[in-house]
């Protein structure tokens, strides 16, 4: 037997409804917020996410799927969706079109990362980019959009952590103050996060190394070095999201996965999950598209993975209902009159309703365990007699009523019962 690879997982048709629902949910908040769906592809020239992630993050580091395809190009499996829409951002002119430009997308991720729970190799993301606006009333929408998707999958107990980790400026008077801290710990410090003070230490902060982390705690805080005009811009972000009574911590310690990250951060934690907690993180890029060589359009989105939420919505108890039912399920007595049962399915099919019948054989009585399976509101058990008078009898599944119908006024009736 061949099994699938490490740190990827079939999704079965058991399970599947679950994922439409988080599917469904993610586009019908996007619309609500007036977000369009973009799709980019799911290899990239791997330049796109050197420049675009930064090449002092775990991803570029470490997690990458790269590989020399046939023409000798390097290419990358998307480790995430911000970068590439940076690129088709730049390379479709989008910056002079109508901005802000609100973009969405739901795709799949692949990182070579350790495989445990919350943590695979192939996962899915649900992600947020709006490009072209500096306001922060912009940052509190699309916080609020996350926060939105998550309360309409029914999840409940999340925290949401902010922090603004400045411009440039007080980014470089930061990361002085960081190295000179880490400066006096440098022995303690991992391997990578050694090789990451020189250039980018803020890097540090995000580490995963137990040591690291603990040198980390009483290290210095970014919000004691911003700026007016960041401090500003947080200010206004909290304002903005306490107008709509929404709850936060502030956690200075949040610093992001990407290099390009400006101003405002965030997080939605979940405690149920155990360690892989953070279920949806996001910031403010203003300075990405400029770096992919776009115009200097600034930027802030989240991504959240698909399968963390279902892990919460499973271990906080949401239920989600599968709404996945047959109208009408046609049983067959023998092999004579499984062809009209073909033939009146695909009519039924043809007006819009979900049909079926049966290709196993069955017995009537194992065709009803079925249909009741597959929940099936109508079932019509045809054979010689059915045939012979041109009609057949429709079991109402829900009160056992029966109804005979004639083969050519079933449309009729299916209306006549509001379906
Ligand atoms: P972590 O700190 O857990 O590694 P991250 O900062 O690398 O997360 P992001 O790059 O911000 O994660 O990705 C956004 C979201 O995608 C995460 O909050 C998480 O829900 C999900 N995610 C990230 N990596 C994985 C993975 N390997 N498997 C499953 N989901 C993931
Ligand atoms: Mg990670």
């Known amino acids: 037997m061949i099994n699938v690879p490490k740190g990827t997982k079939d999704v079965l048709p058991q399970d599947s409804y679950k994922w439409q629902f988080v599917e469904n949910t993610a ?157 006096k710990y440098e022995d303690g410090l991992c391997e990578l996060c050694k090789s990451r003070l020189e250039k980018n230490p803020m890097r540090v902060l995000d580490c995963k190394n137990s040591d690291c982390k603990e040198i980390n705690k009483n290290a210095p805080e970014i919000l004691d070095y911003l700026c007016d005009d960041c401090s500003n811009h947080f200010k206004k972000v909290k304002e903005y999201l306490d107008v709509n009574g929404v709850e936060y911590k502030v956690d200075p310690r949040i610093v992001r996965g990407l290099d390009y990250y400006t101003k405002t951060v965030f997080e939605f934690v979940s405690e149920n999950i155990g360690a892989q907690g953070t279920v949806c993180g996001g910031g403010r890029y203003d300075g990405l598209i400029g770096q992919l060589g776009g115009n200097d359009v600034p930027g802030i989105g989240f991504a959240t993975g698909i399968e963390r939420l279902l892990m919460v919505m499973e271990n906080s108890g949401v239920e989600v209902k599968n709404d996945n039912e047959v109208t009408v399920y046609l049983a067959p007595m023998g092999e004579m009159e499984a062809k009209k049962c073909f033939e009146l399915c695909n009519v039924l099919r043809q007006n819009g309703y979900v049909a079926d019948t049966d290709y196993m054989g069955k017995s009537i009585k194992a065709q009803f365990k079925y249909a009741d399976k597959i929940n099936a509101k109508y079932v019509a058990v045809i054979g010689s007699s059915e045939i012979e008078n041109n009609s057949v009898k429709f079991k109402r599944m829900s009160d056992g009523v029966e109804t005979l119908v004639d083969f050519n006024k079933i449309l009729e009736f299916l209306k006549g019962e509001g379906l």
């Open 27 to 183: 586009r019908k908040t996007a619309r609500l917020f007036n977000a369009q769906e973009i799709r980019t592809p799911t290899f990239e020239h791997t330049e796109v996410f050197l420049r675009g992630v930064g090449e002092t993050t775990d991803i570029v580091n470490k997690e990458m799927y790269t590989f020399n395809d046939k023409g000798g190009r390097s290419i990358t499996l998307k480790p995430e969706g911000t970068a590439g829409v940076a690129r088709a951002f730049i390379e479709n002119g989008m910056s002079s079109m109508t901005l802000p430009s609100k973009l969405f997308y739901i795709t799949q991720c692949f990182r070579y990362e350790r495989p445990q729970a919350g943590r695979l190799r192939e996962f899915h993301q649900f992600g947020i980019e709006f490009l072209g606006s500096k306001s922060a009333g912009i940052d509190a929408e699309v916080i609020i959009l996350a926060k939105t998707f998550l309360d309409n999958l029914g999840i409940k107990n999340l925290t949401l952590y902010i922090n603004n980790i400045g411009c440039k400026e007080c980014r470089q008077k930061y990361a002085n103050a960081l190295r000179d801290y880490f400066a």
